[in-house]
């Protein structure tokens, strides 16, 4: 067996675990668990990274694995265990879909981005599985986003769909520049904390976090 | 010739049964006696005939030969086949019967019942035999009006004449659909004879193909009860007295399935994928909802209705992959799949109708049929329990019993879409296999709710308290069963290849890749696919298990006995057991979104801390009723008012409306003259 | 033939404590106890064996056949599925789906038996255990599908023979999906939290415990022996379908044989620590919270199945 396939073997494993994780955050209940899901999703996109930056021999890819590994495996789930802590938050997800109704539309987002992905590309068997696993990441998370009441769901939620750009860019293009992956990482970075921050400010003003309390902001 | 002696007698049986029951009606017991016992000598040489036609050649009868139209009988190997399971049930409940009708002796009149029941058999078996589109609608409408006449016996109840009416509309609304069916095939052969049709078949345009399937699968699915056509069933089948539901739910529903496999493959070939997928889905829904609806249901015979749903909707499951493996061209495949439908056709004809005269059986010692009441009686009727207990193992596919034998065929042949490319094929099939797991679960959860509830810990209510044990006439059309359920689950290495030559006989090819070892194995190595199974040498080894165990571990000992726990507190009365509402309550809770459940609490105190009684009411909403059936009956009735317009009453008025019709119609014929 | 039968069988039988007695161990490890020894179940079974049993007034024969019944049913299920080596002498006598029946004949049964004393706790714990199966089942047909279909046959043997022939080929996409499920679903099988509480005798919570309630003395043993050597089959069933690799083949020498034994053993205990792992990891769930977790192990197999297509290039 040569190297290559183990890699892509390995890599198809991997992308079923992405998944699996996936799913993890959307079936808990508990923002802990959502957060520690959302850690093991990056932990294994670093993994993803590493092993393209290992068959591709770019060492680029290595600080972007790295980077990965850091910031979303640990920081940025380190902020939202933060800002869960410090806002004493109840710690329950709130919803506005049911788990189990959740579950099938994640599960039936996956099988559309199949055929989306097949239907549009002719490309290898890897990247289309990447690729299509990239785009159910990418609805999947924006599906977070829509049918939780909590605002750091919402953040939650953008951070899937950037995991999901993310494996979809690192397993088509092998990477995209350098400079363009630490801007973005950096974007990511600020932008949770931005959100954290202003997490805080509805917190303080509504005394919940709940998004439903905007409402009353319209005129 | 052997065969034609064989068929007139068991006819004549069948009639001297309806005879002879209408010249000794005054003697109930003399006339219940010589008309079961006439119809099960007619079962025997029915049994006789439908093997000698398996094994041998089809049977052609011609009634008026050279007369236009030709009334004739046809049977090949596939009418057989229905002939031999409507021979099996007619015999074990014939016998039944002889002990059930007991109960209504200087009640009811006897002749009369004994003269339907025979004539109802003779009506399905003509059903079967039809070979011509008339003939088939006059018995067709013979067997839907005696049943009818049968459902409606208990006549005094209003229910029951509620249920009669039901049944006699719905199946009315069938058989114009059947018709419909019928005359597309008529106006593409230009006869009515079913030779024809099979002709026709396959010079018809596709568009006609797939009304004149549509119609047929709609006409007979009415029948066979498929959801959303089934609401008839849960309330045709409990009203009719317990030995003739038996039959209903056991053999009357196949004929219906007899005719769409009639339809769909001899006549039309199965050529359209898409007929298959429906098949396939209206079975899967038909399973999940028949047996949903079954868990929740209190009255024992309704429950048995539901799951009579359920089960067709399993055939229909096999029967639809079988389609779909067909339009495939894997001729191969699809007649596995045809045996794993009509191996459990057999089979639930087998257990249903245990069943079915079991819950008659309770019905007639304790004069009710809701689960709630009873309790206990394993110790009261001890051999109708141990014959209840069979049928519930097979009906829960558990192994080494006959459901499991058939679940487990359709599964693999579930399992054998991987032979097909499309990608389609093998998502549907796969979400049949996991909903039909499901259903098999509740199944289980529904079957053993039941018999717990029914014949475990204390009776509670004084009917069942008094229960006695049924008579041995009773007994002994169950046990027929029951040994009947025992054997196709360990032997199904005897009726498989039986099977095969039936499924070979319009399929055109046998399931070759479908052998069988030693011991009975039954295996299916497809070109990439090898799945074995030997349910007799299971229940050898679960025999063989149970004699060391039962050596070392219940050696007679010292056993004291005492009350049961319950917490401290002694527990004496039936008041604290749990009641059956309450054991299929996490699956209402989990489909409360289907069952919508209406609950009523009354709560009376005696003092400010002490209740003095409690009520409780649950209701469970039947959604195709509420949503579907409800607003057309609505409908229906607003336009009768609508039309009631022109019935003025006045002679005159009549008369002209004879004449408008006239004129409409002469100015019909001068337009088609020009 | 017989020998190879009565070893396979006396395994599993003496197996089964002892993973129950580790998997207890881990458990009181990860909550910083001492704990009972591993051999504390063979003790256990040891005494209830010499005890009488109680009976209550109100049984039939069903309660005095259960045991036996769902004891056989479990054994039986042990016979066809492959421990160390894939050449079942019983193979033939059925598969996969039959080895889900026979379970479920063994709960049946258990559960007839919960209803025969008259006691609410058993009525509630059959309707229970009933409950949770129904959930499982479709998650567990589609996982089987998926596995099923990967190799050509629902015949356990011929499973591990055929995955552990492909080697590391064998670790796909469909079959980490199908495992997962499959995993979620060996929880609830073996009545772990957040399905069950294996530890808990409040009546109200239990689920198993609840049902077994009345039995006492030797019935109680093999009630409680049959419950711990379904836990090793579906251990076994989760190592042998997925993670067949030194498995012994048929005609295997003696030293393979010890080899592939060991293996074995060192592949259940794996699992039977990650569950241990779970079942302190998490919280006792609400019954009616169930159907959400087995919904994911449902999507997960389905997602399983599509995959399988996708990899076959559908």
Redesign the interface.
């Known amino acids: 067996?040569s190297e290559v396939i183990?890699g892509s073997?390995i890599m198809?494993?991997l992308?079923?675990?992405i998944?699996?994780s996936t799913?993890?955050i959307?079936?808990s209940?508990r923002l802990y668990s959502c957060v520690r899901a959302f850690g093991i999703q990056s932990f294994l996109l670093a993994f993803v990274a590493g092993i393209v930056a290992y068959s591709t021999g770019k060492y680029d890819i290595y600080i972007v694995a790295l980077l990965t590994l850091i910031i979303k495996s640990a920081v940025i789930p380190y902020i939202f265990i933060y800002i869960i802590r410090e806002i004493k938050v109840k710690r329950e997800v709130e919803l506005y879909v049911?788990?189990?109704p959740s579950?099938?539309i994640?599960?039936i987002l996956?099988?559309i981005s199949?055929y989306l992905i097949r239907s549009i590309s002719i490309i290898s068997?890897l990247s289309?599985?990447a690729l299509?696993a990239s785009v159910s990441l990418v609805s999947i998370g924006l599906f977070i986003m829509i049918s939780r009441k909590k605002a750091l769901m919402q953040m939650l939620g953008i951070l899937v769909m950037e995991n999901g750009l993310f494996l979809g860019a690192i397993s088509l293009t092998n990477g995209m520049p350098l400079l363009v992956e630490l801007g973005i990482f950096f974007d990511v970075l600020i932008g949770v904390l931005i959100m954290g921050i202003l997490i805080f400010r509805i917190n303080k003003t509504f005394e919940s976090i709940d998004t439903d309390m905007l409402k009353t902001l319209i005129g | 010739m052997v065969d034609n002696y064989l068929f007139i007698g068991f006819v004549a049986f069948y009639l001297l049964g309806a005879v002879s029951a209408l010249v000794f009606n005054k003697k109930d017991a003399l006339c219940s006696y010589i008309s079961f016992l006439s119809a099960s000598i007619g079962a025997l040489a029915g049994f006789a005939f439908s093997l000698s036609v398996i094994l041998g050649d089809t049977f052609h009868f011609i009634l008026n030969e050279g007369q236009i139209p030709e009334f004739g009988f046809f049977i090949d190997k596939l009418s057989a086949f229905f002939i031999l399971v409507i021979s099996i049930s007619v015999f074990a409940v014939s016998i039944f019967s002889t002990g059930y009708v007991r109960e209504y002796f200087g009640k009811k009149n006897i002749g009369y019942l004994c003269f339907l029941y025979n004539m109802f058999i003779l009506s399905m078996i003509l059903v079967i035999c039809a070979n011509n589109a008339i003939m088939f609608l006059i018995v067709w409408e013979l067997m839907s009006v005696i049943s009818f006449f049968l459902v409606v016996y208990e006549h005094e109840k209003i229910e029951t004449r509620k249920a009669g009416f039901f049944y006699i509309v719905m199946t009315h609304i069938g058989t114009g659909f059947i018709i419909l069916s019928f005359l597309i095939f008529a106006g593409t052969s230009g006869s009515f004879s079913f030779e024809t049709f099979r002709a026709a078949g396959s010079t018809m345009t596709p568009f006609l193909k797939d009304s004149a399937f549509l119609f047929a699968f709609i006409g007979f699915g009415i029948k066979a009860g498929i959801v959303p056509f089934h609401i008839w069933l849960p309330y045709a089948h409990p009203a009719a007295p317990g030995n003739v539901s038996a039959l209903m739910s056991g053999v009357m529903i196949k004929t219906a399935i007899f005719m769409l496999i009639r339809i769909s493959f001899d006549f039309l070939g199965a050529s359209q994928a898409w007929w298959g997928y429906s098949v396939l889905a209206v079975g899967t829904i038909s399973a999940i909802l028949g047996i949903l609806y079954a868990v929740v249901e209190p009255d024992m015979k309704r429950m048995l209705a539901f799951s009579s749903i359920e089960n067709i909707g399993i055939i229909l499951i096999g029967l639809g992959a079988s389609m779909i493996f067909l339009s495939n061209e894997k001729p191969i495949l699809s007649a596995i799949a045809m045996m794993a439908a009509l191996y459990h056709l057999l089979n639930h004809s087998v257990f249903k109708g245990l069943l079915f005269m079991g819950a008659g059986s309770l019905l007639y010692s304790t004069h009710t049929k809701n689960i709630e009441k009873l309790?206990?009686l394993?110790?009261r009727m001890p051999f109708s329990a141990i014959l209840i207990l069979i049928g519930v193992?097979s009906i829960?596919?558990?192994?080494p019993f006959s459901g499991?034998v058939s679940?487990?065929l359709t599964?693999?042949s579930l399992?054998l879409t991987?032979n097909l490319?499309s990608?389609f094929a093998?998502?549907m099939l796969?979400?049949s296999?996991?909903?039909?797991?499901?259903t098999?679960?509740?199944a289980?959860?529904c079957f053993?709710?039941f018999?717990?509830?029914v014949?475990?810990?204390?009776p509670r209510s004084e009917n069942a308290q008094h229960a006695r044990e049924v008579n041995i006439p009773m007994l002994a059309g169950m046990g027929f069963f029951a040994l009947l359920s025992i054997m196709l689950g360990i032997l199904p290495a005897f009726i498989l290849p039986m099977l095969d030559r039936i499924a070979a006989s319009f399929i055109g090819t046998s399931g070759q890749s479908f052998s069988f070892?030693t011991?009975g194995?039954i295996?299916i190595p497809s070109s990439?696919?090898?799945?074995?199974?030997?349910?007799g040498?299971?229940a050898i080894?679960?025999?063989l298990?149970?004699i060391p165990?039962?050596i070392l571990?219940?050696s007679k000992?010292?056993?004291?006995?005492?009350?049961?726990?319950?917490?401290g507190q002694p527990?004496s009365t039936?008041r604290?057991?749990?009641?059956a509402i309450?054991?299929?309550?996490?699956?209402q809770?989990?489909f409360k979104g289907l069952y919508r459940p209406a609950r009523e609490m009354e709560v009376t105190y005696s003092s400010q801390y002490l209740k003095e009684s409690f009520k409780f009411k649950s209701e469970i909403e039947q959604v195709f009723e509420k949503n579907f059936y409800t607003p057309v009956v609505d409908f229906v009735m607003a336009m009768s008012r609508k039309a009631k317009v022109i019935q003025t009453g006045s002679i005159h008025a009549y008369l002209g409306y004879i004449f408008g019709i006239l004129v409409i119609l002469f100015m019909f014929i001068i337009a088609g003259g020009s | 033939m017989i020998i190879q039968l009565i070893f396979q069988t006396f395994l599993i039988i003496i197996l089964a404590p002892l993973l129950s007695g580790i998997i207890k161990k881990v458990k009181s490890f990860f909550q910083i106890r001492k704990g009972p020894g591993i051999l504390q179940p063979y003790y256990d079974l040891l005494k209830l064996?010499k005890k009488?049993?109680?009976?209550?007034?109100?049984v039939?024969?069903?309660f005095?056949a259960a045991?036996?019944?769902s004891?056989?049913?479990v054994?039986?299920a042990g016979?066809l599925i492959p421990i160390y080596i894939t050449q079942l002498p019983?193979g033939?006598?059925?598969?996969l789906?039959?080895v889900i029946?026979?379970f479920?004949?063994a709960r049946?049964f258990t559960?007839?038996a919960s209803?025969?004393?008259?006691?609410?706790?058993?009525?509630?714990g059959?309707?229970?255990e009933?409950?949770i199966?129904?959930?499982?089942?479709?998650?567990?047909?589609?996982s089987i599908?998926a596995v099923?279909?990967n190799v050509?046959?629902?015949?356990l043997g011929?499973i591990s023979q055929t995955v552990s022939g492909m080697g590391?080929?064998a670790?796909?996409?469909?079959q980490?999906?199908a495992f997962?499920a499959l995993f979620i679903i060996a929880i609830a099988e073996t009545g772990r939290i957040p399905v069950d509480n294996p530890a808990t005798h409040l009546?109200l919570t239990m689920i198993h415990e609840a049902m077994i309630?009345?039995y006492s003395g030797?019935?109680l043993?093999?009630m409680e022996l049959g419950a711990m050597i379904k836990q090793l089959l579906i251990f076994s069933l989760l190592a042998n379908i997925f993670f067949p690799w030194g498995i012994a083949s048929q005609g295997a020498g003696a030293s393979a044989l010890v080899l592939s034994f060991l293996v074995f053993v060192i592949k259940i205990l794996v699992i039977g620590i990650s569950m241990a792992v779970v079942e302190t990891s998490t919280a006792k769930w609400r019954?009616?919270?169930l159907?959400?977790?087995l919904?994911?192990s449902?999507?997960?197999s389905?997602?399983a199945?599509?995959?399988f297509?996708?990899?076959k290039?559908?």
């Open positions: 067996m183990f073997k198809q494993l992308i079923a675990f998944l699996v799913f993890m959307l079936g209940t049911t788990i189990s579950i099938i994640g599960g996956v099988v199949y068997e289309s599985l299509s | 309790g206990g394993i110790k193992l829960s596919a558990m192994p499991f679940e487990w599964f693999q399992l991987f490319d990608n093998i998502i796969s979400i296999a996991a909903v039909l797991a499901l098999g679960a509740l289980a959860y053993l709710k018999f717990g509830m014949f475990l810990a204390l070892g011991f194995t295996s990439a696919w090898i799945s074995i199974s030997t349910p040498l299971l080894v679960l025999i298990m149970f165990i039962i571990f219940t000992r010292n056993m004291p006995v005492y009350e049961t726990w319950g917490c527990f039936a604290n057991e749990y009641s309450a054991f299929s309550k996490p699956v809770m989990w | 064996v009488d049993s109680v009976i209550s007034n109100n039939s024969w069903i005095h045991p036996i019944i004891f056989a049913a054994l039986a016979l019983l033939f006598a059925g598969d789906i039959a029946y026979l479920a004949l049946f559960a007839l209803l025969d004393a008259g006691s609410s706790f058993g009525g509630m059959g309707s229970r009933m409950f199966a129904a959930l499982v089942e479709p998650a567990l047909m589609l599908f099923a279909l050509g046959s629902t015949n011929f590391i080929d670790m796909s996409p469909y980490i999906l997962v009546e309630l009345e030797r019935q043993a093999i019954l009616f919270r159907p959400e977790l919904s994911i449902l999507m997960l389905f997602l199945l599509v995959s297509i996708i990899v290039g559908g």
